[in-house]
Nanobody, 116 residues
Framework: QVQLVESGGDLVQPGGSLRLSCAASGDFDSLNTMAWYRQYPGNQRELVARIRSDGESFYADSVKGRFTISRDYAKNTVYLQMTSLEPEDTAVYYC??????????WGQGTQVTVPS
């Protein structure tokens, strides 16, 4: 059973920084992609950033230059370092794991709030 547990969500002032963590547990193939999505109330989840098992990363235009995704392969953990946070970054952030492009897992979500 694969489980994803996120942590790090908080209230932070505009311009501040925050680091989200997502630890994956269970047995799963090393060929996988881990990602962060976010969801605004009443909206669908949108991709923020993803990182493949070979280290290649992708970012949404809205976070390029401000957010950095990274992985600790030994700990099966993915991080999202967020800087220069804006009120528009306020959302629930979800960790995502896709194994071999087939099996999809989600974390429970963590709230990030940046007041205006």
């Amino acid at each position: 059973q694969v489980q994803l547990v996120e942590s790090g969500g908080d209230l932070v002032q505009p311009g501040g920084s925050l680091r989200l963590s997502c630890a994956a547990s269970g047995d799963f193939d090393s060929l996988n992609t881990m990602a962060w999505y976010r969801q605004y109330p009443g909206n669908q989840r949108e991709l923020v950033a993803r990182i493949r098992s070979d280290g290649e990363s992708f970012y949404a235009d809205s976070v390029k230059g401000r957010f950095t995704i990274s992985r600790d392969y030994a700990k099966n953990t993915v991080y999202l370092q967020m800087t220069s946070l804006e009120p528009e970054d306020t959302a629930v952030y979800y960790c995502n794991l896709v194994i071999r492009g087939v099996w999809v897992y989600w974390g429970q979500g963590t709230q990030v709030t940046v007041p205006s």
